[in-house]
């Protein structure tokens, strides 16, 4: 199913379910990827009557918004640690919209080593394959040679700092390469960690538009859990019929909804605790039965209850959650 074809069902699906659940249209705010702000789709959107944010291809973004220089982003909030952003008005399709340019130093930190990775990875490869190329005997064309130099430079960003030149006199292939510094410094001060976001709602201020775009990734984080099983993992299922695989995905996302619930009380108590980090302080929250054998011919076996050793994080948990009254205190 083409992609044009796939939103337009999947926004009449989302409509009806809030029409169903009588949710104001108006009070929901759908996130996309980049590329779904396209004219017919942001027309379905406004006739929908609902809101939304989609991030922008970079070349689509106006120039002058999107390389402003990082000191004059606005810092945002602790709910956005190392995150700026600032947005501005635009027209788009004539239609009146807001922009907003996030810079993230935590993303722009992972493009960087990922960015230098692939670098020396490249440029070691073009250095053996020049020599490669040197060869008496070698029978590279032109073609292959550009096909595989391409392939090399397709990753993201690459293209922009390595530079290389074929040169060929009536014998074997010449290949030069360089790295372009100057490139690499504006990939520094202009793009890395930057992304455009696009949003219908014209009230919000530039946080609120970043926080709401990070909302896709606690969606797509909960589908990890699940699929990965570091949560409350989907499989096995062992249901064919359509009706029961419903079932099953309702009792997931069931568990998920309580999970995302307990969470949110244990933020209260440990604010940057993670799920993961969560799951891993409760299951270390155990109870043990001591067993003692009976004291005399008359006396009955004793058993007594005993907690593990706990940190102040698993202490804080116990208390916010109410550990302790689910704890065993009979003593036999």
């Known amino acids: 199913m083409a992609d044009v074809e796939e939103f337009s069902v ?14 104001a249209r108006d009070t929901v ?21 609902l809101g939304w944010i989609s991030a922008l291809p970079w070349n ?52 960087l080593h990922s960015l230098t990775t692939s670098i020396s990875r490249t440029l070691q490869s073009l250095r053996r394959f020049s020599k490669e190329l040197n060869k008496p005997r070698s ?19 690459l293209s922009d700092v390595i530079r290389y030149q074929l040169e060929s006199h009536d014998g074997p292939w010449r290949l030069q390469f360089d790295f372009d510094q100057a490139a690499f410094e504006r ?10 976001l696009l949003t219908n709602r014209l009230d919000w201020t530039a946080e609120q538009v970043v926080a709401g775009y990070a909302g896709q990734q606690q969606v797509e984080r909960v589908f990890r859990g699940l699929k990965d099983g570091a949560w409350l993992g989907w499989g096995p299922m062992h249901h064919w019929t359509d009706r029961k695989i419903r079932i099953h995905a309702f009792y997931c996302m069931l568990g998920i909804s309580l999970l995302q619930y307990v969470h949110r009380q244990a933020k209260a108590a440990w604010s940057d ?18 067993l003692y054998p009976r004291q005399g011919e008359k006396g009955s076996p004793r058993a007594t209850y005993v907690l593990s050793k706990q940190t102040l994080v698993q202490q804080a948990l116990a208390k916010a959650l109410k550990l302790d009254e689910l704890q065993i205190t009979h003593r036999g």
């Open 29 to 49: 705010t759908l996130v996309f990827d980049k590329g779904t702000a396209a004219l017919d789709n942001t027309l379905q959107l406004q006739e929908a009557g």
């Open 273 to 290: 605790l993670s799920m993961e980090q969560l799951l891993e302080e409760l299951q270390r929250i155990q109870q043990f039965v001591l």
């Open 187 to 196: 990939l520094l001060g202009h793009r890395l960690g930057r992304t455009v």
């Open 10 to 23: 999947a926004l009449a699906r989302i409509v009806r379910l809030l029409d169903q659940s009588q949710m």
């Open 139 to 157: 029978r590279w064309t032109e073609e292959g040679i550009t096909r595989k130099i391409q392939k090399w430079l397709s990753g993201q960003f």
């Open 60 to 111: 689509q973004a106006p120039q002058e918004l999107r390389e402003r220089a990082t000191e004059e982003l606005l810092p945002c909030s602790a709910e956005q640690p190392g995150v700026r952003a600032v947005a501005e008005k635009l027209l788009v399709h004539g239609q009146e919209y807001l922009a907003v340019l996030k810079y993230s130093a935590p993303f722009a930190a992972e493009q």
